[in-house]
C-alpha cells in the first residue's frame, strides 16, 4: 500500500463524501451563529449587567463567522484508541457540533487533536489513519492518506508542501493545516511557561507565536479573559500584516500594538549613540535614585488646629515616618501613606486630649490644608516627565542620581545623556522613543504596571534592554512567547544572547528553543543570504530549507526595475521590490507605468506590487523579491549588513537582486 493516497486514485464516491461532510459542518456554523445571533442580553438583570453580557454575545458571533475562502477543516484522524471518544474526527480551525450536539469538527487545540500533529509510524497515538485534505479557495478538492497504524515510513505529503508553498496575496495567513512537531511542542507548552524562539528566516516563528496565543486562549479562557493576552510588534505595518491571523482561528479579543503603542509614540529624532545609553539597563537604578532625590528631609513638624487646640507633631516624628515609608513602597501610594500616617498621629493627640475621632476624621485630617502643605514640601507630587526632565537638563541632578544609585555610568555617558540644548519645560520637552522606556519605568516606581496573563514579544532581539524591563512589567504576574532572530537585530541595542533578553524581560526561568528548518524561504536563496552570517551572527548556525528552489535567485548588474517588476506581475503571487530608504521615490517613478504602492509605515497595504522602505520589510513576506542596490542598504545605517539579511531573507518564491554599486564583499565571496 503506498504511504499516501491522492483522490484520482480512489473512488470518487470517497471524496465526495468528505465534501458533503464538509456542507453539513458549513450549515451547522451557521445554525451555530444564527443561533448566538438569537440569544438576547435583555436577561440580565441590570444595565452594566446587560452591556458585559451583550459584548460577550458579539464576541461569541464574531468567533463563529464563516471565511467561505478558508478550509473548515483540514483533516480526518481515524483512531483505535479505544476510549470514548468518537472513532473518526475531523480538525479543523474551531470546534462545530449539529443540532443534537454531535460534533463535526473538532478545534486542532483540543487534546485529541494533538495526534494530528505529533502522530508518527513509531508512535501512532492510537491512530490508524491520517487524512490530510486539498483544497482551492473553500472547495475541497483533494485529499491523502498516511496510514500511521502500518509502521514504515511515510514519505513527504504532497498536499502538505503545496499548502507551505501556496502563493500568497494580502495579509499573512494561518498555519493550522501545516503545523509541524517542533512547532506543535511550542504552540502546547503550558500557560505557566515562558518560551524563547531563536528562528531562522522561514521557520514560521511569527505564526508559532500567534498559534500559541490562540491555543492558550482555548486552554485557558476564564483565566486569560480576566488577565489579558497581548500581541507586541516592530512597527504598525507588521501588525496589520498579521491581523486575520487570530480572528480566522476565533480569537477576535487579542489586543496587538507596538512597542511605541504601549509605552508612548515619541519620535523626537535621537543620536544613536544616546539612546544606546538610554537603553541600557544600568539606567534603571539611576532612575530610581532620581525620584527619590526629590524627597527631602523634613525640618518642621505638624501643627494641626482644630477648635481651641492645636494638636503637634514634632519634626522628628515627621522624619521617623518619611524614612519609614521611602523606598518600601511605589512613590505615589508612599506620598498618600504620608498624608495617612501624619493624620493619625494627629488623631492620637486627640485621643490624648479625650476625644473620640473615627477614621471620617483621620481621612479629613490627611486631606487638610496643614497636612497637604507639608507632604507638598517633603514629598512633592511628580509626574515621570517631570524627573526625566530634570535627569536630562541638569548635570549636577544626574551626577547626584548615578552617586545616589552607586552607577558605573561614566563621565562621559552622562555628558551624552544631557541635552545639548534644553527645552523650556518638561511640558514643552519632545521625547525619544527610548526616552518612552525610561518614562514608562519611572511611572512604574509610581504606580504599579498592570500585569497580563501572556504577553507574545515578536522581533525581541531589536529591543533594548529598557523597553525589556517595560514589558517584562506587562506579564510580571504571567507569562511570555518572546520570538526573534538574533542576525536580524539591526537596532544600535540589539542583543546577542535570549539569556539577557529573558532575564531583562524578567522571565529568567523561560526557556530558549530554536527553529532551524525553514518552510517559506528557498534553499538557494537562504543559502545565499547565509554568507552574511559570519559577519553578523557568527555563533549561529545556518539555516536549513525544505525547499530546494533551483532558479529562485537572479543577481544583476544594471539590471532595470521595472522589467524586473514586469517578469514578476507574470507570475503568481506577491512582489516586494524592497530598497533603500532614500530610493523610495527614484523607484516609484522607475515603476510609474505600473500600478504600485509604497508601503505605508502605518498600515500594510494589499497592493499586488509593493515598493517597501528596508527599514519595514522586517517580518513581512512575498513571493518574489525585487531588492535594489545592496549597497545603500548596507551603508545607510550601522547594522546594514544585518538589514541585507533581513531584505535577503523575506522571498518565499523568488529573489531578484539588481544593483549598480559593487555588492558587499560577503555575498561575492
Known amino acids: ?235 504598525r505595518a507588521f501588525l496589520s500584516y498579521i491581523s486575520s491571523v487570530l480572528p480566522a482561528l476565533g480569537e477576535v479579543k487579542v489586543d496587538q500594538t507596538t512597542v511605541a503603542g504601549l509605552l508612548g509614540d515619541h519620535a523626537a529624532p535621537e543620536d544613536p549613540l544616546v539612546a544606546a545609553v538610554k537603553g541600557d539597563a544600568r539606567m534603571a537604578p539611576v532612575l530610581e535614585a532620581a525620584l527619590w532625590l526629590h524627597i527631602v528631609k523634613p525640618e518642621d513638624g505638624l501643627v494641626f488646629t482644630k477648635g481651641a487646640y492645636r494638636h503637634r507633631v514634632a519634626d522628628y516624628e515627621v522624619r521617623e515616618i518619611v524614612a519609614s515609608l521611602r523606598g518600601t513602597t511605589r512613590y505615589n501610594p508612599g506620598r498618600a501613606a504620608l498624608a495617612q500616617r501624619l493624620a493619625h498621629m494627629v488623631l492620637v493627640r486627640m485621643e490624648q486630649r479625650g476625644e473620640s475621632p473615627d477614621d471620617r476624621v483621620q481621612d479629613a485630617v490627611a486631606r487638610s490644608k496643614p497636612v ?37 555610568l561614566s563621565p562621559e555617558e552622562q555628558e551624552l545623556l544631557i541635552w545639548r540644548k534644553p527645552y523650556r519645560s518638561w511640558k514643552s520637552a519632545k521625547w525619544s522613543a527610548a526616552d518612552a522606556a525610561l518614562l514608562d519605568e519611572l511611572g512604574d516606581l509610581m504606580e504599579r504596571t498592570p500585569s497580563l496573563g501572556h504577553l507574545v514579544v515578536d522581533e525581541a532581539q531589536d529591543l533594548s534592554e529598557m523597553q525589556l524591563r517595560a514589558l517584562g512589567r ?41 527553529l532551524t528548518l525553514g518552510f517559506r524561504v528557498p534553499r538557494e536563496v537562504l543559502d545565499y543570504a547565509a554568507r552574511l552570517l559570519p559577519s553578523i551572527a557568527p555563533a549561529l548556525a545556518a539555516p536549513r530549507s525544505l525547499r530546494p528552489g533551483l532558479g529562485s535567485l537572479t543577481v544583476s548588474e544594471g539590471g532595470s526595475v521595472a522589467r524586473a517588476a514586469e517578469e514578476a506581475l507574470a507570475k503568481e503571487g506577491s512582489i516586494g521590490v524592497i530598497v533603500p530608504d532614500a530610493l523610495i521615490d527614484e523607484v516609484s517613478r522607475a515603476l510609474a507605468e505600473l500600478p504600485h504602492a509604497v508601503l505605508d509605515p502605518d498600515a500594510a497595504q494589499e497592493h499586488r506590487l509593493l515598493i517597501v522602505p528596508a527599514t519595514l520589510a522586517k517580518g513581512l513576506e512575498y513571493d518574489h523579491v525585487i531588492v535594489v542596490e545592496p549597497a545603500d542598504i548596507v551603508a545607510a545605517e550601522p547594522r546594514g549588513l544585518a538589514r541585507l539579511y533581513v531584505v535577503l531573507t523575506r522571498a518565499v518564491t523568488s529573489l531578484t537582486v539588481l544593483h549598480d554599486k559593487a555588492l558587499p564583499a560577503q555575498l561575492t565571496a
Open 474 to 514: 506587562r506579564c510580571r504576574n504571567g507569562s511570555a512567547t518572546v520570538l526573534g532572530d538574533l542576525a536580524q537585530g539591526t537596532t544600535p541595542w540589539s542583543t546577542t544572547s535570549w539569556e539577557s533578553v529573558l532575564r531583562h524581560l524578567g522571565q529568567g526561568e523561560g526557556e530558549v528553543t530554536e
Open 372 to 408: 497637604k502643605q507639608l507632604v507638598d514640601a517633603v514629598w512633592p507630587k511628580l509626574t515621570p516627565e517631570q524627573v526625566l526632565f530634570r535627569l536630562l537638563s541638569d548635570p549636577g541632578f544626574l551626577g547626584r542620581a548615578v552617586k545616589a544609585a552607586k552607577s558605573d
Open 1 to 235: 500500500m503506498p504511504a499516501h493516497q491522492l483522490a484520482p486514485d480512489i473512488p470518487t464516491d470517497v471524496l465526495a463524501a468528505e465534501q458533503a461532510h464538509l456542507a453539513e459542518s458549513r450549515a451547522a456554523l451557521k445554525a451555530m451563529r444564527a443561533h448566538a445571533q438569537s440569544l438576547s442580553a435583555d436577561a440580565a438583570g441590570d444595565w452594566v449587567s446587560q452591556q458585559i453580557l451583550q459584548s460577550l454575545l458579539d464576541q461569541r458571533v464574531a468567533a463563529l463567522a464563516d471565511h467561505p475562502d478558508t478550509p473548515l477543516f483540514f483533516g480526518r484522524l481515524d483512531r483505535a484508541a479505544g476510549d470514548d471518544l468518537p472513532g473518526t474526527i475531523y480538525v479543523g480551525r474551531r470546534h462545530v457540533h449539529d443540532g443534537g450536539s454531535k460534533p463535526l469538527v473538532i478545534d486542532w487545540r483540543a487534546p485529541v487533536s494533538r495526534a494530528f500533529y505529533q502522530a508518527s509510524p513509531a508512535d501512532p497515538m492510537g491512530v490508524v489513519r491520517r487524512r490530510r485534505f486539498g483544497y482551492h479557495g473553500g472547495a475541497l478538492t483533494a485529499f491523502e492518506d498516511e496510514p500511521l497504524g502500518e509502521g514504515g515510513e511515510i514519505g513527504p505529503s504532497k498536499i502538505l508542501t503545496e499548502e507551505i508553498e501556496r502563493p500568497r496575496t494580502g495579509p499573512m495567513r494561518d498555519i493550522v493545516a501545516t503545523i509541524q512537531p517542533d512547532q506543535d511542542e511550542i504552540v502546547r507548552a503550558t500557560l505557566a511557561q515562558t518560551v524563547c524562539v531563536q528562528g531562522a528566516p522561514g521557520t514560521g516563528k511569527t505564526a508559532v507565536g500567534l498559534h500559541r496565543a490562540a491555543y492558550l486562549l482555548f486552554t485557558h479562557r476564564e483565566r486569560l479573559a480576566r488577565s489579558g493576552v497581548m500581541i507586541v510588534g516592530p512597527n
